[in-house]
Nanobody, 130 residues
Framework: AGQLLESGGGSVQAGGSLRLSCSVS????????VGWFRQIPGQEREGIET????????????FYDDAVKGRFTISQDESKNVQYLQMDNLTPEDTGRYYC???????????????????WGQGTQVTVST
């Protein structure tokens, strides 16, 4: 349950936009806590403590880290079982590898803290240049 495949990364100039996709298989996305993490250059993935965005199961409440609030938008297409991360007004500080993560237990508590998630995808690279 809860296999994840990210896509949509790439290179963009500052001020540009990208939309990341996280395709979820083996789980019904609306029943799970699904979020996005960012690994900045030089950081170990194991050292990432909080997500930058997440959507809760059920009512679909959305939470964002202050670093991306107002610029990034998380959404889901339940018919496709896909979660999206729309990233606007990108800056070089947004450069990193972006991971989708899920809590495979249904209807769990959800938030930005890493402990809410137990399965990660392989990530997709985002590079923002000046």
């Amino acid at each position: 349950a809860g296999q994840l495949l990210e896509s949509g990364g790439g290179s963009v100039q500052a001020g540009g936009s990208l939309r990341l996709s996280c395709s979820v298989s083996g789980s019904v996305i609306r029943r799970h806590c699904v979020g996005w993490f960012r690994q900045i250059p030089g950081q170990e993935r194991e050292g990432i403590e909080t997500a930058i965005a997440t959507q809760t199961p059920g009512n679909g409440s959305r939470f964002y880290d202050d670093a991306v609030k107002g610029r990034f938008t998380i959404s889901q297409d339940e018919s496709k079982n896909v979660q999206y991360l729309q990233m606007d007004n990108l800056t070089p500080e947004d450069t990193g590898r972006y991971y989708c993560a899920i809590q495979t237990r249904e209807w769990s508590a959800c938030g930005l803290a890493r402990y809410h998630y137990n399965t990660w995808g392989q990530g997709t690279q985002v590079t923002v240049s000046t």
